[in-house]
């Protein structure tokens, strides 16, 4: 038997569909068994979001430091052949249940020598929580072998109105004719099929302790390089003012929302004038820095890669 287990969590059931999909040609080998770890946290997370709570939310999210979850209700004692970790992404960071997952004695147990595939359902910015991802899985022995993405439809100009529509408001729906439904398209999360036939015809490779990567070609990450040195902008003010804001007091205290009223307009301001000038200007220079910019992009698709010479094959 080659037991595969899937770690996941989602508030709208979007990315619980992706791994859903993903997992289906899996599940239908007879010789496969997957186990499916929902993990909860012990304080549920709203969704839709109140407006406060979701901006007060961000310092915890980028200094790592989630509420905790609830005990696993698999057998910690089983030994699985690939672990796939299925995460969105908050403030440039995993999100915090699957934070406090990777932080736990479980993690380490069960992810030590593992081969581990992530699967990321997110508006469209997350390089940063990949970093992230990757260092806490190196700390915890695992492999990465394989990282898919999916990101919301639309350009990023309609998405940055989209996506916080919809945890802010549930509403998911498009609107006024040129703003798309919220979220990753029904298409996108069907086509994720793919990814799982390409891991069951890896199994003996994964069996035999390869490391991947096992779904090249298959377009399964795209980084536009225009929007790296923007991220990495935000991550960084993030960092500064979730400081502050942490030295303030715990989320929800009145002095640290004081200073965070300050810090949304100021981050709206950012997003609104800084970071399109700043892609604007990256344009520019970019023929000048291809060869650095194309390493980069290089690194950040690692492991899977964005080339698609597979596609329509499996
Ligand atoms: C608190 C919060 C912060 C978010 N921050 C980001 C972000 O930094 N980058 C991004 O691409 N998406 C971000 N999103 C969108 C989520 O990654 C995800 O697409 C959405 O919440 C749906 O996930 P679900 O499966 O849990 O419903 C954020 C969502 C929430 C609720």
Redesign the pocket.
């Known amino acids: 038997m080659f037991r595969i287990l899937v770690l996941h ?8 569909k992706i791994a859903r999909s993903v997992l289906a040609p899996l599940e239908a080998q007879n010789e496969v068994e997957v186990f499916w770890q929902n993990l909860q946290p012990e304080q549920a ?1 709203p ?1 839709p ?1 109140p407006f406060w709570q ?1 901006f007060d ?2 310092p915890e ?1 980028v200094y790592l430091d989630p509420s905790p979850i609830k005990p696993l209700t698999i057998d910690t004692d089983k030994e699985f052949d690939l672990i796939i970790i299925a995460y ?6 995993p ?1 915090l249940p699957i934070v406090a997952f990777l932080q736990s004695a479980d993690a380490k147990k069960l992810l030590a020598n593992k081969p581990v595939v992530t699967l990321i ?6 390089l940063s ?1 990949q970093d992230k991802m990757r260092a806490m899985l190196t700390g915890l022995g695992a492999h990465l072998v394989d990282n898919v993405v999916l ?2 439809q639309g350009p990023p100009w309609a998405t940055f109105i989209t ?1 916080p529509r ?2 802010l408001t549930g509403k998911k729906n498009g609107f006024w004719g040129i703003f798309p439904p919220a ?2 398209s029904e298409h996108e999360i069907i086509s994720a099929k793919r990814f799982g036939r390409a891991l069951t015809l890896a199994l003996p490779l994964i069996q035999s302790g390869h490391l991947g990567p096992f779904l090249t070609g298959l377009g399964a990450v795209k980084v536009n390089p225009g929007y790296i040195a923007g991220e990495r902008l935000v991550h960084r003010s993030f960092k500064m003012w979730g400081r502050l804001l942490r030295s303030m007091g715990l989320a929800g205290s009145p002095g640290r929302r004081a200073v965070l009223v300050f810090y949304v307009i100021f981050l709206v301001t950012l997003i609104l004038t800084v970071l399109p000038l700043g892609i604007v200007f990256r344009a520019l220079i970019r023929p000048f820095m291809r060869s650095k910019l194309g390493e980069q992009v290089r690194q950040l698709e690692a492991p899977s890669g964005s080339s698609t010479e597979r596609l329509g094959t499996i």
């Not at 969590?9 to 619980?16: E, F, H, I, K, R």
């Not at 969105?88 to 960071?93: C, D, G, N, R």
């Open positions: 969590y989602s508030q709208s059931g979007q990315l619980d997370y969704f979001w979701f939310t961000f999210c969105q992404v908050w403030f440039l960071s999100s359902g997110c508006r469209n910015m997350w929580a990101q919301d996506t919809w945890v979220g990753i």
